[in-house]
């Protein structure tokens, strides 16, 4: 069935390090890929996403692209700041929206 | 819009009683789904809507009752509620097309004594 493994945490940074989570998929069909961003106390909200292998999804300078080869999403950003101190979530839809278990990050000054 | 709305924030329950989680959205998407997040366990879909008046169980259902009267209200009921039941729960919603994105409520904090 379908399925994400995402890296376990926690994941600790400095301020202006560069940042990768992976992503890896298993889907049958035509899924779409998706990054999703918590902070303490919120719900989840979209950060980026892919629909068809190759696209690049990005937003607030994260990037992850949809690579069928590997069946990856790895998440990335060149700069990390304090205020992206949060939990990711990868995730994909087959006949349902389907989770990775989320990979906490923390960047400290 | 407001979007995707839960009530309560919070609540705290003793063991056997019964409560209703509220969810409600405004963007007239088909399809809604409740979710528990628990730590280290990531999201788990307890029960999800793909209409007013079709429900199905998701992977961890056992406990929860739901309803979908309406598109917009998908309300979850704890019957008889246990300490195993305490959690972060979030209801979603998204529309029926493959890659639309599903957005996610602020979260009820649950606690069960």
């Known amino acids: 069935g379908d399925s994400v493994t995402q890296m376990e945490g926690p994941v600790t940074l400095s301020e202006e390090a560069f940042l990768t989570i992976n992503c890896t998929y298993t889907?049958?069909?035509?899924?779409?890929l998706f990054w999703y961003v918590q902070y303490p106390g919120e719900g989840l909200q979209l950060l980026l996403k892919a629909t068809k292998a190759d696209d690049k999804g990005s937003n607030k300078g994260f990037e992850a692209t949809f690579r069928k080869e590997t069946t990856s999403f790895h998440l990335e950003k060149g700069s990390v700041q304090v205020s992206d101190s949060a939990v990711y979530f990868c995730?994909?839809?087959?006949?349902?929206?389907?989770f990775g278990t989320g990979t906490s990050l923390t960047v400290i000054p | 819009n407001a979007g995707v709305t839960q009530t309560p924030k919070f609540q705290v329950l003793k063991t056997g009683q019964s409560m209703t989680l509220q969810c409600a959205q405004d963007m007239n998407h088909e399809y809604m789904s409740w979710y528990r997040q628990d730590p280290g366990m990531g999201l788990r879909l307890i029960h999800y809507?793909?209409?007013?008046?079709?429900?199905d169980q998701g992977e961890v259902p056992n406990g929860y009752n739901v309803s979908r009267s309406t598109t917009e209200d998908f309300p979850l009921r704890l019957l008889s509620a246990a300490p195993s039941q305490t959690s972060v729960y979030f209801c979603?919603?998204?529309?029926?097309?493959?890659?639309?994105?599903?957005?996610f409520g602020p979260g009820t904090r649950l606690t069960v004594l």
């Open positions: 809507s793909v209409g007013a008046g079709i429900t």
């Open positions: 995730a994909l839809t087959g006949n349902q929206f389907y």
């Open positions: 889907a049958t069909g035509y899924p779409s």
């Open positions: 979603a919603s998204r529309s029926s097309g493959r890659g639309d994105t599903q957005y």
